[in-house]
């Protein structure tokens, strides 16, 4: 018999958070961490990690676990997940997916395989240099000339698993989705309902662009001092999220305060919507209009 596992997602500064803790608290559920950005310490405010306050007394799994400057691959997060799910079924609680990164979601969900496969060093560095030169949405064009439906699975800010996916395409002359696809050898193991918020883009663009404006005002420019002080490198993973690649930029003086805010507003709602791109290939989302 199949164990049930709801997922809540959703673009960024959709009320994910709310609304899986509400829910959470209706059903007795406990909520496993599902973005990409939320898993890292010392990260809170440019991350939009919930306050003990907002999480409303319900266990809150797989974040804060991995430091700054380590990397976290998808299959370990995938490991994790299920090791966190089966532990909260033992408990006779439900577990809730919640967060915006389509790739965690859907190795979790669909239980797929990860392999090492091959590696080309002198493809990555020229892909490094044309991130470095020209930006990542740069080449994350690229990768969605050929595969779309992992182009909008994969945060701006993460250079390496954009890389990877150009990397596998060149290497194989096949898409990660399309080896995905293959590799889904063994059924799910869970029976999952996949909820995704919903609301006019006009309306998210307006919490995302308050959202930031909060951020702000929260001490995000102080956290980035903080985490550049622990000698966090700016070429981590980490520090290439969205909020804090732009604030270093004006620590360092190559981008007036206002410039940054509005880059970081930009590309949060560039982000969005290429999240809703991927929410909507899914068939299996029921909407939820908050």
Not at 32 to 50: E, F, L, R, V, W
Not at 76 to 98: F, M, N, T, W
Not at 102 to 116: C, F, H
């Amino acid at each position: 018999m199949m164990k049930p596992l709801i997922v809540i997602t959703g673009p960024t500064a959709s009320g994910k958070t709310a609304y899986s803790v509400e829910m959470a608290q209706k059903i007795g559920g406990e909520i496993i961490n599902a973005d990409s950005m939320q898993i890292y310490k010392h990260m809170d405010i440019g991350t939009a990690k919930p306050s003990m306050e907002e999480r409303g007394g319900i266990p809150h799994h797989l974040m804060d676990i991995v430091e700054p400057w380590e990397n976290y691959s998808v299959a370990q997060y995938c490991k994790e997940a299920h090791r966190c799910i089966a532990q909260i079924h033992d408990s006779g609680k439900i577990p809730i997916l919640v967060g915006g990164t389509g790739l965690y979601i859907d190795s979790v969900v669909y239980n797929i395989e990860y392999g090492e496969g091959g590696a080309d060093e002198e493809f990555r560095r020229e892909m490094k240099q044309l991130a470095s030169e020209r930006g990542n949405e740069y080449i994350l064009n690229m990768l969605e000339k050929v595969d779309p439906q992992s182009a909008a699975k994969i945060h701006l800010s993460d250079t390496k698993r954009i890389i990877r996916a150009l990397e596998v395409y060149h290497l194989t002359g096949e898409t990660i989705t399309e080896q995905n696809k293959k590799s889904r050898l063994k059924k799910s193991p869970y029976d999952a309902k996949i909820y995704a918020i919903e609301m006019e883009r006009q309306e998210l663009y307006r919490r995302i662009n308050a959202r930031v404006d909060m951020m702000f005002e929260a001490g995000l420019t102080d956290e980035v001092k903080r985490l550049l002080g622990m000698g966090v490198s700016e070429k981590a993973t980490s520090m290439q999220a969205i909020g804090y690649k732009e604030t270093a930029e004006y620590l360092r003086g190559e981008a007036s305060f206002s410039d940054a805010v509005e880059k970081i507003k930009r590309n949060t709602r560039r982000y969005a919507k290429r999240q809703l791109v991927w929410f909507r290939r899914n068939s299996g989302i029921n909407w939820v209009r908050r």
